[in-house]
């Protein structure tokens, strides 16, 4: 399966600050990348879709303008949470389907805390 | 929109005790995924399911796919320690998306 890495593994910021999450495919070129929020004790949340050299797909809640997604590279997707506030804390995780059926293959995720 | 719901939420078990955790989606699916997650960790992809009345075993793991291709069920034989975790179920929407279950959080105590 494929590879995942994400950076920072952790973060604690400031209220009105912004983070940027980076999310890398180490053995495979990935022209789609997913963005997920999990918040503690519930599922995983789909946030975006990130398309390489294109505009990343919200969902629906999600703000674009909060989120800033891009993928600029095949191995690489960057998530910018713009003016973190404490309802933003949670765990970030990205994925990507690598050449298998389906399956996702998840980072190890990024936990922000906002203070 | 579309729904994957998971019963139980919690389940406490003692080793070497069983354990079964259901999936059941409002829309029918073309497959089923499980994925597991240990406390503080991402999801790890565990298997996918495609056929209407599928079962497929890995180890101590048996996991089936409803005739309906709505509901799913995963069902671990005498549970050992290693299996704590939260085992989420997942189907793609109509846009091909996953949409994950709730999810049951499996504690096994020894």
């Known amino acids: 399966g494929a590879v995942v890495s994400q950076h920072p593994s952790w973060v604690i910021c400031k209220s009105g600050t912004s983070v940027k999450i980076e999310c890398r495919s180490l053995?495979?070129?990935?022209?789609?990348m997913f963005w997920y929020r999990q918040f503690p004790k519930q599922s995983l949340m789909l946030m975006a879709t990130?398309?390489?050299?294109?505009?990343?797909?919200?969902e629906q809640g999600v703000e674009k303008d909060k989120f800033l997604i891009n993928h600029a590279s095949l191995t690489l997707s960057t998530l910018t949470v713009t003016s973190a506030h404490p309802e933003d804390s949670s765990f970030y995780i990205c994925?990507?389907?690598?050449?298998?059926?389906?399956?996702?293959?998840f980072g190890p995720g990024t936990r922000l805390t906002v203070l | 929109g579309q729904q994957v719901m998971q019963i139980p939420q919690y389940q406490h078990v003692q080793e070497g005790e069983d354990f079964t955790t259901y999936c059941n989606s409002s829309t029918t699916l073309s497959n089923i995924q499980w994925y597991k997650q240990r406390p503080g960790g991402h999801p790890v992809f565990l298997i996918q399911?495609?056929?209407?009345?599928e079962v497929k075993k890995q180890k101590r793991l048996t996991f089936q796919f409803g005739e309906a291709k709505k509901n799913s069920s995963l069902h671990i034989t005498a549970t050992q320690t290693t299996d704590v975790g939260t085992y989420f179920c997942?189907?793609?929407?109509?846009?091909?998306?996953?949409?994950f279950g709730t999810g049951t959080r499996l504690q096994v105590f020894p």
């Open positions: 997942a189907g793609p929407s109509h846009t091909d998306k996953l949409i």
């Open positions: 990130s398309n390489e050299g294109s505009k990343a797909t919200y």
């Open positions: 399911l495609v056929k209407s009345g």
């Open positions: 053995d495979f070129q990935a022209t789609t």
């Open positions: 994925s990507e389907t690598g050449l298998g059926n389906n399956e996702q293959f």
